[in-house]
């Protein structure tokens, strides 16, 4: 398979995957409001380490794409 089209297919489904977890985050968030201080305060935390992971993923899909067009031009 084409190299560029692997990095291409990679770097989507991390993609992907970021905006997965931005979208449970955006979920949970419209629950808190029926949730105890306590409840609130832990789904509040679940949230930032999804969004942490999906920063992440967008980190490591750049890498892998910088890193596969930089071994194209070798």
Known sequence: MDPLHDIQILQL???ESA???ESCATDLLGILRKLTITEAK???DIIGLLQN???RL?????AL??????????
Request: with cysteine.
């Open 42 to 44: 832990n789904v509040v």
């Open 58 to 62: 967008r980190e490591l899909s750049k």
């Open 65 to 74: 794409t910088a890193r596969g067009y930089a071994m194209l031009d070798c």
């Open 19 to 21: 905006s997965v977890s």
């Open 53 to 55: 992971e999906a920063e």
């Open 13 to 15: 489904r991390l993609i």
